[in-house]
């Protein structure tokens, strides 16, 4: 996963220029978001192996890092994370500074199939600085990570269909479901910040407590060609 998936969140745009498949975006709220979860589909990945597409979902602020576990295709997934060619590479992720330098963060790297659904945790600890992310495959947990940028005060969430370099597209449906994402307080106006960009389908945002915890049943991102 590369840099220009924080500039893609950061700056919450559904669509950002032609490398970027169509996006589910969130943000930014007027709480800070404190925890975000769901389970992940990825579908088939493209049979010419793409290099390289990232498909992930994100949570940031303007000035923080970008939260982003999801699955990688590049050239050779099996030289990356012992993937055969009809697999992805999933991962916890994390794109932001690290003791002063910019740098992309990966937790461990495990083949999944396109049809298996994947948990993914985000949770920020109780010392209020600490992000601990959580990929679960089957309930087993496969790759973990933790990052230091605190409450994403006015940040946002989104998906990222991201085609960098040598890729022409993701080829397959994703869909990501029983979405949650929890506030330090209640927005009850986050869902009018959502943007959806040509063909994503998703379920209403609920939320059963004014505004603070808000779900989302489901979100059906299309391919790209
Ligand atoms: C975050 O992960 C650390 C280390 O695994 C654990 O001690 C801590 O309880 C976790 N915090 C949360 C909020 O999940
Ligand atoms: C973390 O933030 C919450 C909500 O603002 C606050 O109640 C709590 O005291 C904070 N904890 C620490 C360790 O600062
Ligand atoms: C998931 O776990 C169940 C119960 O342990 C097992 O029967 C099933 O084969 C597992 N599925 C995958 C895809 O690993
Ligand atoms: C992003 O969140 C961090 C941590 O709470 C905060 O220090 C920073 O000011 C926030 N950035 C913006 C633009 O709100």
């Known amino acids: ?11 919450f745009v559904a669509v ?7 996006a589910y975006s969130l943000g930014p709220t007027s709480s800070a978001i404190i925890e975000a979860s769901t389970t992940f589909t990825p579908g088939t990945p493209p049979t010419d192996a793409e290099d390289s597409l990232f498909l992930w979902i994100g949570i940031s602020n303007s000035t923080s890092g970008l939260i982003q576990a999801g699955v990688d295709q590049l050239a050779d997934n099996n030289a990356y994370c012992g993937a055969s060619s009809d697999q992805w590479c999933a991962m916890a992720s994390y794109f932001g500074v690290v003791d002063g330098a910019t740098t992309q963060l990966n937790g ?27 990929v679960t495959l089957n309930g087993t947990v496969i790759s973990t990570l933790q990052s230091y940028d605190g409450p994403l005060l006015n940040g946002g969430f989104g998906t990222g269909t ?6 022409t597209g993701s080829t397959s449906v994703q869909t990501y479901t029983d979405t949650t994402i929890v506030l330090q307080s209640a927005d009850a106006d986050f869902s009018s910040t959502l943007s959806k960009g040509t063909g994503v389908v998703a379920s209403d945002m609920v939320t059963t407590d ?9 979100i059906t991102i299309p391919a790209m060609v």
């Not at 996963?1 to 700056?11: D, G, W």
């Not at 950002?16 to 169509?22: F, L, Q, T």
């Open 108 to 134: 461990d790297m495990v083949p999944v199939d396109g049809d298996q659904a994947i948990g993914i945790h985000y949770k920020l600890a109780d010392d209020n600085l600490t992000w601990n992310q959580t």
């Open 162 to 167: 991201e085609c960098q370099s040598e890729c």
């Open 16 to 22: 950002k220029a032609d490398s970027w498949g169509p």
């Open 1 to 11: 996963m590369l840099s220009l998936s924080f500039a893609a969140l950061a700056l």
């Open 210 to 218: 004014g505004g603070k915890t808000w779900t989302i049943a489901s």
